[in-house]
């Protein structure tokens, strides 16, 4: 009798482990915790674009609408407030990325494709930008091809707040 709960214990772990994620579960507001590039002799580093402290937020609404800021936590502020160089206008442009727009979920393959309508760069207006996630408890962990030579993939990992769902 044992063995035989252990076993329907095993199928149903497997099966929650299985379920195919819902936009419900993706709704409301995740903050960046880590992103790390896997190199291609199997090192793992931040980007350099954003450091060792990345801070971000990507937020999910009811209504489809989606938002993704990402920036290098360890910018320098600019020396004048209201009058920034030139040179440090491009450090933090290079240094950032935002955009808004929908989403759709395709709960198969767990994969929440993002359609910026607005963004930081002109490319990202207009584009699609599919995302493989999967969730872990209280975390949402996005796994990219890394952009760029050197890297063969980027792994985003996002919490949700204490007060989120």
Not at 84 to 107: M, N, Q, W
């Amino acid at each position: 009798m044992k063995t035989v709960f252990t076993i329907l214990l095993l199928v149903a772990m497997c099966m929650a482990q299985s379920a195919a994620p819902t936009v419900a579960q993706l709704l409301g507001t995740w903050q960046l915790v880590s992103i790390a590039d896997t190199m291609k002799d199997g090192t793992v580093k931040p980007p350099d674009q954003f450091g060792p402290h990345p801070q971000g937020f990507l937020l999910y609404e009811s209504d489809g609408h989606m938002c993704a800021t990402i920036a290098n936590g360890d910018r320098p502020a600019w020396k004048d407030s209201v009058n920034p160089s030139d040179a440090e206008k491009i450090a933090y442009y290079d240094t950032f990325i935002a955009y808004c727009g929908s989403f759709k979920l395709d709960p198969a393959n767990s994969i929440v494709t993002h359609y910026p309508s607005i963004a930081w760069a002109p490319a990202y207006v207009g584009s699609t930008q599919a995302r493989p996630f999967k969730l872990d408890g209280n975390k949402l962990i996005i796994t990219v091809a890394a952009p760029g030579p050197g890297a063969t993939k980027r792994v985003l990992v996002w919490q949700r707040g204490p007060n989120q769902h």
